[in-house]
């Protein structure tokens, strides 16, 4: 802990606040389980969606650009605590695009919820054009916008589908 005259108490430093930030940002822990766990992180994602998708449009958007916003942050100061560019634990970035991924679809039953997470997981791993675009930002913002576009990019190919075999 480190006492400013300015600020105040500041936690940023302390053993505490990295593992509340590693806590967090890896989904409670999730993002540190040995296989594939941007994929168990995605499961927050769709737990997300499913919390909210009955809530009116403005609350569902306030939620959604909030736990984005948090997401950044604390892909951030993960990224800065394990020095590491892209740390594999962090799965809060995969949340914010499976929840991307639905956010206001018109249909919600368990084959568009899956089909949604094919989609989303197949666009997050192979990060093809416009996706790969958004590798080149560096922190939090890069660490979230890919799986961001990934989770809009999803999201629209659901709506192709939908309006095209289900309308």
């Given amino acids: 802990m480190t006492i400013s005259k300015k600020i105040g108490i500041s936690w940023t430093n302390s053993t505490a606040s990295h593992k509340v930030i590693y806590l967090l940002a890896s989904g409670f822990g999730i993002g540190f389980l040995p296989y594939i766990p941007a994929t168990f992180g995605s499961l927050w994602g769709l737990l997300a969606y499913y919390c909210t998708y009955t809530f009116p449009w403005y609350s569902q958007i306030f939620l959604f650009l909030l736990f984005m916003i948090l997401a950044i942050g604390l892909a951030?100061?993960?990224?800065?605590?394990?020095?590491?560019?892209?740390?594999?634990?962090?799965?809060?970035?995969?949340?914010?695009?499976?929840?991307?991924?639905?956010?206001?679809?018109?249909?919600?039953?368990?084959?568009?919820?899956?089909?949604?997470?094919?989609?989303?997981?197949?666009?997050?791993?192979?990060?093809?054009?416009?996706?790969?675009?958004?590798?080149?930002?560096?922190?939090?913002?890069?660490?979230?916008?890919?799986?961001?576009?990934?989770?809009?990019?999803?999201?629209?190919?659901?709506?192709?589908?939908?309006?095209?075999?289900?309308?």
């Fill in 76 to 167: 951030e100061k993960a990224q800065q605590f394990s020095r590491v560019e892209d740390p594999s634990f962090v799965i809060v970035d995969e949340i914010v695009g499976m929840w991307a991924t639905l956010l206001f679809l018109w249909k919600f039953n368990a084959l568009v919820l899956i089909l949604g997470f094919i989609l989303f997981r197949l666009y997050d791993i192979l990060k093809f054009f416009p996706i790969n675009l958004f590798e080149g930002y560096s922190g939090g913002l890069g660490i979230v916008l890919d799986d961001l576009a990934a989770g809009m990019l999803a999201n629209i190919t659901l709506r192709v589908i939908l309006l095209t075999f289900f309308s």
